[in-house]
C-alpha cells in the first residue's frame, strides 16, 4: 500500500527512535529491581524472601519484600515521603491557581478587546520560550529583593521573616502555568460561538448562570487539558524549583538530584519508576480527554 | 398586552467601527411597527441591517442612536435576558452537553418554574414540533430538521410574546424547507404570537408573511404585505430585489392625476396610461418597470395601446414556463409564458428570429423614480 511503510530507512528510523526513547526507561525500571547496592551493572534481582535483609558485600542476598527490596526501602524513607508530599502539595496548589488565571485569561483574550490586547498575547509566549534557568534566576532575585524590602521596612526577625520555601515554589510555578493553560484552553475556546451564550442569555440566563451552565461545561475539556498539562509541568520541574526553594520545600526532583551527588542506590531507579507511573497515568488522562474532544467535535 | 405593537423599532441607528478603523452604519434610521400577532419578515440581501436589526430587539446588541420598544416599554440596555422575546438562530444553538429534555428545560429553570411544570410543558412543546420521545437523544444524534425542531422549541416554551427567527430554514435542504415554511406559518397562527422573521429568501418571505420590511444598506426600502411589494414596488431596488424586471429608462411626458405618459427612448416611443407614485414630476428621468409575467405576447397585431413590434432572441424552456428573450426596437426584454399547452405542440411556442407583438398592459407597468 504505502511505499513508505517497507522502506529500511523508515525501520531503521524507528527502531532508532525507540531505542533512545524508551531504553533508558526500561533500563531504570529493571536496575530498580537490582540485587546490587552500587547499582552500576545489573546483578540480577534480589532472589529471595526472607524476613530480614541479608547483605554480602554489596549485595542484597535476601529481604522481606524480594525483588521488591528498594521498594520497601523507598517507603521507609521519610525524605522521600516529605519531598513527594511537597510536590504533590505545590502541584495541586499551582494547577489549581493556575488553571482559574489561566482560563479566566483566555476568556478575556478571546472575547474582548483592549489596547494592549496584541501585548498581553505575545507576553504569554515569553515564559514558554524563554531558558528556565533565566526565568528561574528571574524569580529568585525578584524574591530576595522583594523579601529584602519588607523584612528591612517591618523590621521582622526570626520565623517572621519572609524566606523561600513553599509559597515561593508555588507561586513560580504559578506563573510559569498560566500561558500553558491559557494557551490551550485558548484552543478550546477559538471554535466557540458566541451564539450558545447568547442563547442562553435568550433564555433568561444572567451572565454568571450562563457562565456556569453554559460555557464553562463547553470548554471544560479545554479546561481540563490546560490543567493537566500544567500539573505534570510542575510536578518534574527541576530549574525554576531549584531557584526558589528553601528549607522544608525540597521537592522529589530536587530531592534526586541531591541523592545523586551523595551515593546512587537503586532506591533511586524505584522512586523514579514510581514518577514515571505517576506522570504516565496523568498524560494518559490528558490523551483520552482530548481523543474524546476530538470526537465530539467531528 | 399593553400596546398595539408588539415591537417597535424608531429611528434606530446601529454603528459598527470595521477593523480597518472606519465608522459603518449597519442600521441607518429604521423605524418599523410591528403589529401583535403579526408575522412579519425582514427580507434583504447580506450586510442590509436585518440581523443587527433583528438583535437589537432580542438585546444582543444596543442601538447607537433612537429606541426598541417591546411591548410599548423602552427597552435602553435591557439585557437579553430581562426581555420577553426568544429567538431561534440560524445555527440553532443548541447546547451540545445537554439532552434534548435539559435544552428545552433550561428557559423554564432560569423562570424557577417547578419540575412538575417544567415535565409539563416540555412534553407540550415537544408534542407541537413533533419530537415526542426524543426527550434523551443529544443533539448532534438529531437530524438538522430534527435539530431545528428543537431550537423552535425551546424559544416556544418559554411562551415569548414575540418569537425572533433569524433564517432558521437556511440550513434545510429545499423540500425540508418548503415543508417548514407552512409549518412555521400554521404554528404561528395556531399560537397567535408575533413572529419576526429574517431571511434574504424572498420567496419564503412572500410564502409566510403577513407584511414585509425590505431592507438595503442599513434602510428599510419599502414596508407591505407581499401583494403590496410585489405589484407596487416603491423603488427600482424593490422592483429588482423581489422578483425580476424589465427597466427602461424614460422622461415623463404628461403627468394627470394617476396617470403618466412616460417617453421611452430605446422604445422610441411613449408609453402610456401608466399609475404613477407619489414625488413624481413633469420632464423628470424615471424608469419604466414591467414584470416579465405581465407582458402578453402575441403573432398578430391587434392594433392596441402600447403594443410594440418585437423579435424573438432566444427562448428558455423551464418546464412549466417559457423564458422568451425579445429585442424591441433598441431595448432588450424578458417575456415568461406559461406552458398551457405541451411544448411538443409545435405552434405552442415562439422560435428564435420570429417577428412577435409585445402589449404592455398600463396597470401592471410601473414608473419608478431612477436611483
Not at chain 2, 400596546?3 to 480597518?20: G, H, L
Not at chain 2, 418559554?158 to 427567527?165: S, W, Y
Request: hydrophobic fraction near 45%; include cysteine; charged fraction near 20%.
Amino acid at each position: 500500500m504505502n511505499p513508505f511503510r517497507r522502506s529500511p530507512f523508515v525501520i531503521v528510523a524507528t527502531v532508532l527512535v525507540y531505542l533512545f526513547l524508551y531504553a533508558p526507561i526500561v533500563g531504570l525500571v529493571l536496575y530498580s529491581f537490582n540485587a546490587s547496592r552500587a547499582n552500576v551493572t545489573f546483578e540480577g534481582f534480589v532472589p529471595a524472601f526472607s524476613d530480614r535483609v541479608v547483605m554480602e558485600g554489596s549485595l542484597v542476598k535476601s529481604s522481606p519484600c524480594g525483588p521488591f527490596h528498594w521498594y520497601c526501602d523507598l517507603a521507609k524513607n521519610d525524605d522521600v515521603a516529605e519531598a513527594a508530599g511537597n510536590t504533590l502539595t505545590i502541584a495541586v496548589t499551582a494547577t489549581i491557581v493556575a488553571t482559574i488565571i489561566g482560563t479566566m485569561a483566555a476568556i478575556a483574550l478571546q472575547r474582548y478587546d483592549f489596547k494592549l490586547k496584541p501585548f498581553s498575547q505575545l507576553s504569554l509566549y515569553i515564559p514558554i520560550v524563554i531558558p528556565e534557568i533565566v526565568m528561574g534566576i528571574g524569580v529568585l532575585t525578584l524574591f530576595s529583593q522583594l523579601f529584602g524590602w519588607v523584612n528591612e521596612a517591618f523590621n521582622l526577625s526570626g520565623d517572621a521573616r519572609l524566606s523561600l520555601g513553599m509559597a515561593t515554589v508555588t507561586i513560580s510555578h504559578i506563573a510559569f502555568m498560566v500561558p500553558f493553560v491559557t494557551l490551550v484552553v485558548q484552543a478550546r475556546l477559538q471554535g466557540f460561538d458566541k451564539s450558545f451564550e447568547e442563547a442562553a442569555m435568550d433564555l433568561g440566563a444572567n451572565e454568571w448562570t450562563t457562565f456556569r451552565r453554559v460555557t464553562f461545561p463547553m470548554i471544560l475539556p479545554g479546561v481540563m487539558s490546560g490543567a493537566l498539562l500544567a500539573f505534570t509541568l510542575s510536578l518534574d520541574d527541576f530549574v525554576i524549583t531549584f531557584f526558589t526553594n528553601g528549607p522544608g520545600s525540597t521537592t522529589l526532583p530536587i530531592y534526586v538530584y541531591g541523592l545523586l551527588r551523595r551515593i546512587i542506590t537503586p532506591q533511586v531507579n524505584a522512586l523514579s519508576t514510581v514518577w514515571i507511573l505517576v506522570v504516565f497515568t496523568a498524560v494518559l488522562l490528558l490523551q483520552l480527554i482530548q481523543n474524546r474532544e476530538q470526537k465530539q467535535h467531528s | 398586552m399593553t400596546s398595539e405593537f408588539a415591537v417597535e423599532m424608531r429611528d434606530v441607528v446601529k454603528r459598527f467601527i470595521t477593523p480597518e478603523g472606519n465608522e459603518m452604519a449597519a442600521v441607518d434610521r429604521v423605524t418599523m411597527q410591528i403589529k401583535n400577532g403579526e408575522f412579519f419578515s425582514m427580507l434583504g440581501s447580506s450586510g442590509c441591517g436585518k440581523t443587527t436589526s433583528l438583535r437589537m430587539i432580542a438585546g444582543f446588541e444596543w442601538p447607537t442612536e433612537g429606541e426598541v420598544y417591546i411591548e410599548g416599554n423602552a427597552m435602553g440596555h435591557t439585557p437579553p435576558f430581562q426581555r420577553k422575546v426568544n429567538t431561534v438562530f440560524q445555527s440553532y444553538a443548541l447546547f451540545q452537553h445537554m439532552t434534548v429534555y435539559q435544552n428545552l428545560a433550561f428557559g423554564l429553570e432560569m423562570e424557577g418554574a417547578k419540575e412538575e411544570e417544567i415535565k409539563k410543558r416540555v412534553g407540550r412543546a415537544l408534542e407541537m414540533v413533533q419530537l415526542t420521545g426524543m426527550d434523551r437523544r443529544r443533539p448532534r444524534q438529531l437530524s438538522g430538521g430534527q435539530q431545528q425542531r428543537v431550537a423552535l422549541a425551546r424559544a416556544l416554551v418559554k411562551t415569548p410574546d414575540v418569537l425572533l427567527l433569524d433564517e432558521p430554514l437556511g440550513a434545510l435542504d429545499l423540500k425540508l424547507r418548503k415543508e417548514m415554511q407552512l409549518e412555521l406559518k400554521a404554528l404561528q397562527q395556531q399560537l397567535g404570537i408575533t413572529f419576526i422573521y429574517v431571511t434574504h429568501d424572498q420567496e419564503e418571505a412572500l410564502t409566510m408573511s403577513d407584511r414585509i420590511a425590505v431592507m438595503s444598506k442599513g434602510q428599510v426600502q419599502q414596508m407591505g404585505t407581499p401583494v403590496e411589494i410585489y405589484e407596487r414596488p416603491s423603488n427600482k431596488f424593490v422592483a429588482d430585489f423581489i422578483g425580476e424586471s424589465n427597466f427602461l429608462e424614460g422622461k415623463i411626458k404628461s403627468l394627470s392625476k394617476n396617470e403618466a405618459s412616460v417617453f421611452v427612448p430605446s422604445l422610441n416611443t411613449e408609453v402610456t396610461g401608466m399609475p404613477i407614485s407619489a414625488g413624481l414630476v413633469k420632464g423628470e428621468d424615471v424608469v419604466v418597470s414591467i414584470r416579465p409575467e405581465k407582458i402578453r405576447i402575441a403573432d398578430k397585431d391587434t392594433k392596441s395601446n402600447n403594443m410594440f413590434r418585437a423579435r424573438v432572441t432566444n427562448t428558455v424552456y423551464i418546464g412549466a414556463d417559457t423564458h422568451i428573450y425579445v429585442d424591441v426596437h433598441d431595448a432588450k426584454m424578458k417575456v415568461l409564458e406559461q406552458n398551457r399547452i405541451s411544448r411538443l405542440d409545435p405552434k405552442s411556442f415562439y422560435v428564435v428570429g420570429q417577428d412577435v407583438w409585445l402589449l404592455l398592459m398600463p396597470e401592471n407597468t410601473l414608473v419608478l423614480k431612477k436611483d
